[in-house]
T-cell receptor, first 111, second 114 residues
Framework: GDSVTQMEGPVTLSEEAFLTINCTYTATGYPSLFWYVQYPGEGLQLLLKATKADDKGSNKGFEATYRKETTSFHLEKGSVQVSDSAVYFCAQPSGTYKYIFGTGTRLKVLA | DGGITQSPKYLFRKEGQNVTLSCEQNLNHDAMYWYRQDPGQGLRLIYYSQIVNDFQKGDIAEGYSVSREKKESFPLTVTSAQKNPTAFYLC?????????????FGQGTRLTVV
């Protein structure tokens, strides 16, 4: 069946370090792919998305490229800030009204 | 501002009691969802509703019930049949389905059984 696999956390980085959070998926066809972010004590909010292969989603300095060859959608940021500390979820639709979420990767950025 | 409002933010329940979590949206979205979040398990779908007066079970519906009498409202009742109800509950909505569009989430309700 469809699935989403994220790298285990927590990830701890110093401010201005480079960030990569890996996400791979299995799916029938080529679903849209999403990254959501959850700040402490809050709900999820969309960070970026890509709707077809080779698309690059970007927002707030974060980027992710939909790579069908490697079935991946890795999240990257060139220079993280303390304010980026949060939990990041990769997700894909499975059917019209269901998401499959990864387990989430907690990021902690130290000043 | 448009958005999703969940209340209360924190909720305590005694074992054997039913409790209802509120979710209201003013985004004019047709679809609404309830998710449960436990540490290390990501989000799991409890129920969803495509349109008013219709709802479907998700992956972990046992011990929960919902209603969708108004487009704006999708309350979740956690019944005494739910074996392990302590969790963080998230309500979400979307314009229609999720194939190419995002879901909008509320701030969540943390339920603790005491």
């Amino acid at each position: 069946g469809d699935s989403v696999t994220q790298m285990e956390g927590p990830v701890t980085l110093s401010e201005e370090a480079f960030l990569t959070i890996n996400c791979t998926y299995t799916a029938t066809g080529y679903p849209s792919l999403f990254w959501y972010v959850q700040y402490p004590g809050e709900g999820l909010q969309l960070l970026l998305k890509a709707t077809k292969a080779d698309d690059k989603g970007s927002n707030k300095g974060f980027e992710a490229t939909y790579r069908k060859e490697t079935t991946s959608f890795h999240l990257e940021k060139g220079s993280v800030q303390v304010s980026d500390s949060a939990v990041y979820f990769c997700a894909q639709p499975s059917g019209t009204y269901k998401y499959i979420f990864g387990t989430g990767t907690r990021l902690k950025v130290l000043a | 501002d448009g958005g999703i409002t969940q209340s209360p933010k924190y909720l305590f329940r005694k074992e054997g009691q039913n409790v209802t979590l509120s979710c209201e949206q003013n985004l004019n979205h047709d679809a609404m969802y309830w998710y449960r979040q436990d540490p290390g398990q990501g989000l799991r779908l409890i129920y969803y509703s495509q349109i008013v007066n219709d709802f479907q079970k998700g992956d972990i519906a046992e011990g929960y019930s919902v209603s969708r009498e108004k487009k704006e409202s999708f309350p979740l009742t956690v019944t005494s049949a739910q074996k392990n109800p302590t969790a963080f509950y998230l309500c979400a909505s979307s314009v229609q389905g999720l194939m190419n569009t995002e879901a909008f989430f509320g701030q969540g309700t943390r339920l603790t059984v005491v």
